[in-house]
C-alpha cells in the first residue's frame, strides 16, 4: 500500500526558512517522479516542483513562483523527498503536499502546513 | 505548460440531479487526467484517474471521459455527501502538473 506522510511544517517569519520531509512507503521510491503541491487557504492547487527518477538524472523542476528560492531532493536510501524552503513570503503561506502516480494511479498525502507571518 | 480550464467554477444541484463537470486542457494529455473531490480542511480525495478509471471504493455514480483536450466528471445521481469542490489535474510528465480552478458543487 502507497502511503505519503509529509512532516516539518510550521509558523516562521518572512524572509526565512523551512525544510519539509515526506516519507513514502509501498513502492520502489528511486523508480519514480516525486512531486510537492500546495494549496494556499481558501485557493485552488498549485505544483510546486517535481524530482525525477534515477533514470532521468534526479533532474529537478520548479514553478516559477519558487525558483531559486526552493530546493526539492530526495534521499532513495531513506524513502524520502525534501522540500528546502528559503526566503519565506507570506503568499508562501499553504498546506504542501507530496504526491506520486504509480502506473498512472495518483497518490497523496496528507499534507503539511506552513505559514509565514511575522 | 499546459493550462487547464474547468467549467462550471460554480454548480448548484439538486439531490438525485445528473452533473456534468468539464475540463479542457491547452495541448494534448492523452488520458493524463484525474478528478478530485475536495472537503474543506482534507486533502484531495481521487476518484477518477486516467480519465476514465474508477479509483477503487468511490462509488460508481462518478464517471469519467475525455481524451486529448477534453474531458467530463459525470455524477449520475447527486447525494448529500457529494456537495464540495472538483478539481481536474493533467499529469502529462513532460510538463509540469497543472489543476484546473475548481468547482464548487453547491446545494440548490
Known amino acids: 500500500e502507497v502511503q505519503l506522510v509529509e512532516s516539518g511544517g510550521a509558523l516562521v517569519q518572512p524572509g526565512g526558512s523551512l525544510r519539509l520531509s515526506c516519507a513514502a512507503s509501498?513502492?520502489?521510491?528511486?523508480?519514480?517522479?516525486m512531486d510537492w503541491v500546495r494549496q494556499a487557504p481558501g485557493k485552488g492547487l498549485e505544483w510546486v516542483g517535481r524530482?525525477?527518477?534515477?533514470?532521468?538524472?534526479?533532474?529537478?523542476e520548479y514553478a516559477a513562483s519558487v525558483k531559486g528560492r526552493f530546493t526539492i531532493s530526495r534521499d532513495d536510501s531513506e524513502n524520502s523527498l525534501y522540500l528546502q524552503m528559503h526566503s519565506l513570503r507570506t503568499e508562501d503561506t499553504a498546506v504542501y503536499f507530496c504526491?506520486?502516480?504509480?502506473?498512472?494511479?495518483?497518490?497523496w498525502g496528507l499534507g503539511a502546513l506552513v505559514t509565514v507571518s511575522s | 505548460d499546459i493550462q487547464m480550464t474547468q467549467s462550471p467554477s460554480t454548480l448548484s444541484a439538486f439531490v438525485g440531479d445528473r452533473v456534468t463537470i468539464t475540463c479542457r486542457a491547452s495541448?494534448?494529455?492523452?488520458?493524463?487526467l484525474a478528478w478530485y473531490q475536495q472537503k474543506p480542511g482534507k486533502a484531495p480525495k481521487v476518484l477518477i484517474y486516467?480519465?476514465?478509471s474508477l479509483e477503487s471504493g468511490v462509488p460508481s455514480r462518478f464517471s469519467g471521459s475525455g481524451s486529448g483536450t477534453e474531458f467530463t466528471l459525470t455524477i449520475s445521481s447527486l447525494q448529500p455527501d457529494d456537495f464540495a469542490t472538483y478539481y481536474c489535474?493533467?499529469?502529462?510528465?513532460?510538463?509540469?502538473?497543472?489543476f484546473g480552478q475548481g468547482t464548487k458543487l453547491e446545494i440548490k
Open positions: 504526491i506520486m502516480f504509480l502506473y498512472g494511479e495518483p497518490f
Open positions: 509501498g513502492f520502489i521510491f528511486s523508480d519514480h517522479y
Open positions: 524530482s525525477k527518477n534515477k533514470f532521468d538524472s534526479y533532474t529537478t
Open positions: 495541448q494534448s494529455v492523452s488520458t493524463w
Open positions: 486516467k480519465a476514465s
Open positions: 489535474q493533467q499529469y502529462n510528465t513532460y510538463s509540469p502538473y497543472s
